[in-house]
């Protein structure tokens, strides 16, 4: 079975700073690797993915995330932060199956 | 193109009752999946039904049960509930039968709250 380990539950930063949100699976078989976003009061956004490629995944609002098979790692980084990117983020993954495991989420509170 | 909707928003029920919670998927997905989140914590999978049948399911005990109908909306139902049952539902649907690649977009949830 899967699991995942979000390494950090909240990150505060400040506007225009960078951030790093660590995110770590175990699983003995290949995987395919998402991060989702929660806004308050709201259902979970897909951020971005990764199938297969190129290990490094961008998204369309300047996030990216880098899969790291030999540290089982898909740590997710934006370069510089908005207040609107304040929200919670959550790492899952999926083998060829039907379920998502996520994570227990990472809260990242974005400060002028 | 409408999104995944969920209905009611919020509940509130007390220990012992029984509670139905409906989703409605997103125009032409298949693919409905059931995640549980409590407070604090990540989404936990409950089910996944594909084209009418239960395509597999988490660890979840057998009061929580689940029917997709033929426009794939879906329906959760739980049984006999217990006051760790209060939790945001979470919905969510695909296209594909669970290879696992697809993306599964979610609904805003239904909050409820057992008393």
């Known amino acids: 079975a899967q699991s995942v380990t979000q390494l950090d539950s909240q990150v505060p930063v400040f506007e225009e700073a960078p951030v790093e949100l660590r995110c770590n699976y175990s699983?003995?078989?290949?995987?395919?690797l998402f991060w989702y976003v929660q806004y308050p009061n709201q259902g979970l956004q897909l951020l971005l993915k990764?199938?297969?490629?190129?290990?490094l995944v961008e998204s369309i609002n300047g996030f990216e995330a880098e899969f790291n098979k030999s540290q089982t790692s898909f740590h997710l980084r934006k370069p510089s932060v908005h207040i609107s990117d304040t929200a919670e983020y959550f790492c899952?993954?999926?083998?060829?199956?039907?379920?998502?495991?996520f994570g227990a989420g990472t809260t990242v509170t974005v400060r002028a | 193109e409408t999104g995944v909707t969920q209905s009611p928003t919020h509940l509130i029920k007390t220990r012992g009752q029984q509670v139905t919670l409906r989703c409605s998927s997103q125009?032409?997905?298949?693919?409905v999946s059931w995640y549980q989140q409590a407070l604090g914590q990540g989404p936990q999978f409950i089910f996944q039904?594909?084209?009418?049948?239960?395509?597999g399911r988490g660890n979840f005990p057998p009061r929580f049960s689940g029917l997709q109908f033929p426009n794939y909306s879906s329906e959760l139902n739980v049984n006999a509930l217990e006051l760790d049952d209060s939790a945001l539902y979470l919905c969510?649907?695909?296209?594909?039968?669970?290879?696992?690649?697809?993306?599964?977009?979610f609904g805003p949830g239904t909050r409820l709250l057992v008393l």
């Open positions: 699983s003995s078989v290949s995987v395919y």
């Open positions: 969510a649907s695909s296209s594909g039968q669970g290879a696992g690649s697809e993306t599964q977009y």
């Open positions: 990764y199938l297969s490629g190129s290990t």
């Open positions: 899952a993954v999926s083998l060829r199956g039907y379920k998502l495991s």
């Open positions: 125009s032409g997905h298949n693919t």
């Open positions: 039904y594909y084209r009418e049948e239960e395509n």
